[in-house]
């Protein structure tokens, strides 16, 4: 087991509706010493790729794209939800569903951060039907930039995202893919990589 798989077991909650429950230490109380071990980890993953930015998107991916960011020596972006039909100016806008929330928002990013010259690396914490992935792409799409790879902490593999995603030929890196899980016995399985 790596590090955040250890402390997933740990830590980590299996709530009913296929809710992993990390807010200990990954998306509401964050460990910065494991946040620091996951930049150095994306860091080794994704060298030699180009990468000039991140893109991540609110609220829960911001603390670790910040910390990866600096591993990689970039500005982060993260993109905005709201629910606004009215946004003003220059905009790149995706339409998301949320799995937690069950509820969509625009996703929003302006066209000042994001540009046809940017190698973009997308950090989040999940990955479970690959939703909030799929709307990021579509803005890097929008943009002109290139998509060098995505990195999420915690991939659920029983949920379609990670295959759609890689299907359509990302480089996703994903730091622990739980592959099963089980709300009543609290168990929690990893695919070996
Ligand atoms: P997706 O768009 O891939 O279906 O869901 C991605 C987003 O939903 C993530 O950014 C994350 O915020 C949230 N999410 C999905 N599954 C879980 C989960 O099991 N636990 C937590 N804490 N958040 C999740």
Same mark, same amino acid.
């Given at each position: 087991?790596?590090?955040?798989?250890?402390?997933?077991?740990?830590?980590?909650?299996?709530?009913?509706?296929?809710?992993?429950?990390?807010?200990?230490?990954?998306?509401?109380?964050?460990?910065?010493?494991?946040?620091?071990?996951?930049?150095?980890?994306?860091?080794?993953?994704?060298?030699?790729?180009?990468?000039?930015?991140?893109?991540?998107?609110?609220?829960?991916?911001?603390?670790?794209?910040?910390?990866?960011?600096r591993h990689f020596d970039v500005p982060v972006v993260f993109a905005k939800k709201?629910? #606004?039909?009215?946004?003003?100016?220059?905009?790149?806008?995706?339409?998301?569903? #949320?799995?937690?929330?069950?509820?969509?928002?625009?996703?929003?990013?302006?066209?000042?951060?994001?540009?046809?010259?940017?190698?973009?690396?997308?950090?989040?914490?999940?990955?479970?039907?690959?939703?909030?992935? %799929?709307?990021?792409? #579509?803005?890097?799409?929008e943009a002109g930039a290139k998509v060098e790879g995505i990195g999420i902490a915690?991939e659920k593999g029983f949920q379609d995202g990670g295959r759609i995603i890689r299907?359509?030929?990302?480089?996703? %890196?994903?730091?622990?893919?739980?592959? #099963?899980?089980?709300?009543?016995?609290?168990?929690?399985?990893?695919?070996? %990589?």
């Amino acid at each position: 087991m790596n590090f955040l798989e250890e402390r997933i077991i740990k830590d980590g909650i299996v709530k009913e509706g296929n809710v992993l429950k990390v807010d200990s230490f990954l998306n509401h109380q964050m460990d910065i010493s494991l946040f620091e071990q996951m930049g150095e980890e994306f860091k080794k993953r994704f060298e030699g790729k180009g990468i000039n930015k991140i893109l991540t998107i609110e609220a829960s991916g911001i603390g670790i794209a910040c910390i990866v960011a600096r591993h990689f020596d970039v500005p982060v972006v993260f993109a905005k939800k709201s629910k #606004s039909i009215n946004i003003e100016g220059d905009m790149y806008i995706a339409e998301v569903e #949320s799995f937690t929330h069950k509820c969509k928002n625009q996703v929003i990013v302006s066209k000042k951060f994001l540009s046809p010259e940017d190698h973009v690396l997308i950090i989040d914490d999940f990955m479970a039907n690959g939703c909030a992935m %799929q709307g990021l792409i #579509s803005i890097v799409q929008e943009a002109g930039a290139k998509v060098e790879g995505i990195g999420i902490a915690i991939e659920k593999g029983f949920q379609d995202g990670g295959r759609i995603i890689r299907n359509l030929g990302y480089d996703l %890196q994903s730091l622990a893919i739980v592959e #099963s899980m089980d709300a009543a016995t609290g168990n929690i399985e990893f695919r070996a %990589q």
